[in-house]
């Protein structure tokens, strides 16, 4: 519901707040008051077109600001939650206009565009009146209420799931009906390039390894002389360093007989004796192992040779050669067997689309079930509104592809291919007609002004339980009834209203008496300028002004006496 509103610098109005309570909520007030300039300001904060022309002369920018409570709104709050926008049971909308005609719009403080701005208005606000905002003239939603209406909300939700699935197979399917195509035409390629890859069988890590034993074979003669070189320093020799070494540490030893500052050196003397036998050792092995290979040297040149060769072919480096190794083995192998996977694929698609047909074919006969409700439901409210000889038709169709429409998901009946949608195989719309003798049309042709309102009106006197949109808001839906029908209309309005907070505009007192909240625009003027306002009426206020909508300006006691029977008060 919408708890509050507020207006600054908009059309006639210079500063206009206004607390708004459950229930109906009437509107009244003078021809050219600013009737019409409230509700436009609504219309802003759900989404409606703007230009600088709506903001009072001499100033910068209108601001219109709604309260509006969600904590019952799961749809309002999912979209919020989506767009990573503030939860609280309360949502603050607001737009702002400039003078040079740009528009903000804010939810919760925070700036949005002015898409998610209408998204948002459209799951708050109902505005009849103007066809931008009624949700019932928008086909798309007539299959919505038509299932909301039934109680078919579980096993939509159930189909859902099926077509889901079989959207998941047959994407599927026709992905590997795709590569089936592909590795037609580069089977043969990929066949040879496997040979060619195979042929030389690349290893991970090989042309390190490789690199290590051609370097090592090329210096052979370099390693083996320098190897012998060091052995003979280190031990070979005469005068060699072991041996030298040995000299030292027994004149170490002895030193430290005599003073014992020299056993610590004496130590590492044996450790230097130590390194240098292990050293001599490992050189003397070495040089005993360096291989003269010509015959291996060329070998490793060749196997480099035909390694740097698939490098170029296939990425640059050899785990790009094994990389795409496995990727057309893969595809080879795959193609191998696409007849069984693409049977196996077949199958699942198929049991997938029989779930589909199966759910789909039971949302059709519930729907033509809960259509036959609407319809009398909806031409029995038409007639208590006034509008005799009404037609209301809820016409469910099935629409039937050909095989040209491959892309398009279906479900077989019979030999026919019938289209799915989200919600099942129906295409629902709500057709109308308000005269005698004339065809039933769909809703969005049907009139304007008050006859449209009065058919929304009964629309949603039926649909009342199922639709969760929290406000409604009715203008001219008085226009061209009194009387019976004017009381008809009151009633439908009340009724309705202990399911939706409901805001109309009326000039009726058989309406505006039966409100549990009753405001009135009044039009002043100060010498210099025109300003709009609206206040909010107390108890005896209202029945003022609804004994002033039955006899006129001037309020006799006879008016005060009638128009508090009009309200139900003693």
């Known amino acids: 519901m919408i708890k509050s509103l507020f207006i600054k610098n908009y059309a006639l109005i210079e500063e206009l707040s206004a607390e708004f309570s459950n229930g109906l909520v009437i509107i009244t007030g003078e021809t050219g008051a600013g009737k019409s300039i409230i509700i436009g300001a609504m219309g802003l904060i759900i989404g409606d077109r703007s230009s600088a022309d709506v903001i009072r002369a001499g100033n910068d920018k209108a601001i219109v600001e709604g309260v509006f409570d969600i904590s019952g709104n799961k749809k309002v709050r999912q979209l919020l939650k989506e767009n990573e926008l503030e939860l609280a049971d309360e949502l603050i909308v607001r737009r702002e206009i400039s003078a040079k005609g740009q528009s903000r719009c804010f939810v919760n403080d925070t700036p949005i565009t002015i898409g998610l701005q209408k998204q948002v208005g459209e799951l708050l606000v109902d505005l009849h009146g103007q066809h931008e905002h009624q949700s019932l003239l928008r086909r798309e939603m007539h299959i919505e209420m038509l299932d909301d209406f039934g109680g078919l909300t579980g096993l939509v939700d159930e189909f859902q799931s099926s077509y889901r699935k079989l959207g998941d197979a047959s994407g599927q399917f026709e992905e590997m009906r795709a590569r089936e195509e592909r590795l037609k035409e580069k089977r043969e390629f990929y066949q040879f390039q496997l040979q060619e890859i195979d042929a030389v069988a690349p290893q991970t890590g090989e042309e390190e390894q490789l690199e290590s034993e051609l370097k090592i074979l090329e210096n052979a003669e370099m390693l083996y002389t320098s190897t012998g070189k060091i052995y003979e320093m280190l031990y070979g020799s005469e005068q060699s360093i072991h041996d030298l070494l040995v000299q030292v540490r027994n004149q170490l030893h002895d030193l430290a007989e005599i003073d014992k500052q020299f056993e610590s050196g004496a130590k590492e003397s044996e450790s230097a004796v130590a390194i240098i036998s292990e050293l001599a050792k490992v050189t003397q092995s070495y040089n005993a192992k360096v291989e003269f290979n010509p015959e291996g040297l ?131 719309e709500f057709l109308i007609s308000t005269n005698l003798g004339e065809e039933v049309k769909p809703l969005v042709k049907v009139a304007s002004g008050g006859e449209v309102s009065r058919i929304m009106l009964a629309l949603k006197s039926i649909l009342a339980k199922s639709d ?95 128009a508090k029977e009009l309200m139900g008060m003693k």
């Open 298 to 428: 060329e070998v490793i040149r060749q196997r480099l040779g035909r390694l740097a060769q698939l490098k170029r072919k296939y990425g640059g480096s050899l785990d790009s050669v094994i990389a795409h190794r496995e990727k057309i083995g893969q595809e080879v192998a795959l193609a191998e067997n696409f007849d069984e996977i693409i049977g196996k694929l077949s199958g699942e698609v198929e049991a997938a689309r029989k779930d589909c047909a199966a759910l789909a074919q039971r949302l059709t006969a519930k729907r033509h079930e809960t259509a036959k409700k609407i319809d009398k439901g909806i031409v029995s409210e038409l007639t208590k509104l006034g509008v005799q000889n009404g037609s209301f038709e809820t016409r469910i169709r099935q629409v039937e592809l050909d095989n040209s429409a491959a892309s398009v998901p279906f479900v077989q009946a019979g030999k026919k291919r019938i289209a799915l949608n989200p919600r099942g195989c129906d295409d629902v």
């Open 468 to 562: 969760r949109l929290p406000v409604l808001i009715f203008d001219e839906i008085d226009v061209g009834v009194s009387g019976r029908v004017a009381q008809a209309v009151g009633m439908s309005l009340k009724n309705l209203s202990s399911f939706h907070q409901v805001i109309a505009i009326t000039h009726l007192p058989q309406i505006a008496g039966l409100a549990d909240t009753h405001f009135v625009v009044l039009k002043s003027e100060d010498g210099k300028r025109t300003k709009t306002t609206m206040l909010r009426l107390l108890l005896e206020e209202r029945v003022e002004e609804v004994a002033k909508l039955m006899s006129g300006a001037e309020v006799t006691e006879a008016g005060m006496i009638g």
